[in-house]
């Protein structure tokens, strides 16, 4: 965000006093050399990225993705070869047609694009410090999984927390059947954690609690009514 600011503090500044572009071939050869880099380092982001999240779409990956260190590279180096190539743009436009305020337009731009990445990355990153919940995914395997075993009559509540990008949390109410005993409910409570960790390997801690007696004729009181 400190980038774009000076960088369009820099373009505003170039528009109300422009300087000719001098030595044009060396910001030709600069840009050149940092793009290069710059599309090195994105195509190993991209590949991590797809290899976290498959099947999925760029859009998607990023916002399903819950490693810092994978979107937050992603992210900087597209924006940094969307930045070089205005930032090219705007020289060329400068150097052929002998108007500086084309370069400090680019920056400008370049301004823009910094801040709206750093604003999408803070957003990003501050849900997973709030505790994110998993992905619709996720939940949808963790439901199917449930829904599946005939010991369970009712699912009440899931609720969910990312604790680390490959680390959840699952808190789960069931209503088990009432002919089950407390050792029957607890084997049941042992096989459905396996049963959900295999299913989704990033899930690492599962809770449950049943409904309580009390609370389940209240709910079939209302259901009746």
């Known amino acids: 965000a400190l ?7 820099e373009g505003a500044q170039r528009l109300l006093d422009p300087e000719p572009i001098r ?21 190993v982001a991209w590949r991590e990225l797809r290899r976290s999240q498959p099947g999925r ?3 998607a990956a990023l916002r399903g993705s819950k490693d810092p260190s994978v979107f937050s590279i ?4 597209s924006a940094a070869l ?38 999408f990355l803070a957003r990003e990153t501050l849900s997973l410090m709030t505790g994110e919940s998993a992905s619709v995914e996720v939940l949808a395997s ?22 680390g990008p490959s680390d959840i949390l699952l808190g789960i109410s069931l209503d088990f059947d009432d002919e089950m005993t407390s050792e029957e409910i607890e084997a049941t409570v042992h096989d459905l954690g396996k ?19 009390a609370k389940k004729k209240v709910l079939a009181g209302s259901a009746t009514n």
């Open 74 to 77: 992603f992210c900087e180096d």
């Open 195 to 213: 049963k959900l960790r295999s299913a989704q390997p990033s899930i690492t801690r599962v809770f449950v609690r049943p409904v309580q007696p």
């Open 142 to 163: 963790v439901r199917a999984v449930l829904e599946g075993d005939r010991r369970i009559q009712r699912i009440e509540e899931i609720l969910s927390m990312h604790l």
């Open 23 to 43: 030595d044009p071939w060396i910001n030709y050869l600069v840009l050149g050399v940092s793009f290069a880099i710059e599309a090195t380092s994105l195509r």
């Open 82 to 119: 969307v930045g070089l190539s205005v930032a090219a743009v705007g020289l060329a436009l400068a150097h052929v047609l002998q108007e500086p305020r084309f370069d400090a337009i680019a920056s400008l731009a370049i301004g823009g694009i910094l801040i709206l990445t750093a604003v």
């Open 3 to 9: 980038g774009g600011a000076a960088s369009i503090y």
């Open 57 to 59: 779409t760029m859009l």
